[in-house]
């Protein structure tokens, strides 16, 4: 019966992990949009989701607490909540990334449509990482984590293709040098979402296997 109680309790978790890894999603996509097609309502929806993403991460560290407290977790278990606890605080981070995007889309409008379309795709590689990350825990998935920890690279690699675009524009049209730092920025704010993705994948390996593979 106790265990019955602790299995309905687990699937709880996952549910909500789900939910937070959805929340972290929209609040990327909304930010980027924002800043690459001057979309104020979406900065508001990225910055919203934000919130919405703290409240998650409360209830699920709660959920967690009382799943080690009220229950008696075997090895697997504990290696579970205890990832879960820590994924959590990734997935946090990355609403806080999100809305550091949207702030700074509140003071730009897209205007290099070749820069844009870079940012657009980081985003789409980022928010995927996040969905597979999360997917990964739920389905206790090692090669999917291990995908998700490989895909970091693509996310690096556009980075330094975005910088090194940028630092051109710079060079050669200094009067919107401060745009185009904005637009460094993002980018940044992108590649650690994706380090945060990367980080949720290796404690899924964790939870799974006993073992930090990094």
């Known amino acids: 019966m106790m265990r019955n109680r602790f299995d309905?309790?687990?699937e709880q978790l996952h549910a909500d992990l789900i939910?937070?890894?959805?929340?972290c999603e929209t609040a990327i996509a909304a930010a980027v949009d924002a800043a690459t097609k001057g979309d104020e309502a979406m900065a508001k929806a990225a910055i919203a989701d934000d919130s919405k993403i703290d409240e998650m991460e409360r209830s699920i560290e709660h959920l967690c607490l009382k799943l080690l407290l009220q229950q008696q977790p075997v090895a697997r278990d504990l290696r579970t909540i205890s990832s879960a606890l820590?994924?959590?605080?990734?997935?946090?981070?990355?609403?806080?990334?999100?809305?550091?995007?949207?702030?700074?889309?509140?003071?730009?409008?897209?205007?290099?449509?070749?820069?844009?379309?870079?940012?657009?795709?980081m985003a789409e590689e980022a928010i995927s990482m996040v969905q597979e990350a999360v997917r990964s825990f739920v389905e206790r998935d090692l090669a999917l984590a291990r995908k998700v920890i490989d895909d970091d690279d693509v996310v690096d690699r556009l980075f330094d293709e975005t910088k090194t675009r940028l630092i051109t524009?710079?060079?050669?049209?200094?009067a919107n040098g401060e745009?185009?730092?904005?637009?460094?920025?993002?980018a940044k704010y992108l590649e650690r979402i994706g380090d945060h993705a990367t980080n949720i994948a290796e404690w899924v390996l964790f939870s799974i296997t006993g073992r930090h593979e990094s």
């Open 8 to 10: 309905q309790q687990l």
């Open 19 to 23: 939910t937070m890894g959805n929340l």
């Open 86 to 121: 820590k994924m959590i605080s990734d997935m946090e981070r990355i609403g806080d990334q999100a809305t550091d995007i949207a702030e700074i889309a509140r003071f730009i409008r897209g205007r290099h449509q070749q820069t844009n379309e870079t940012l657009r795709t």
């Open 169 to 174: 524009f710079i060079a050669q049209d200094g």
């Open 179 to 186: 745009y185009y730092l904005d637009l460094l920025m993002i």
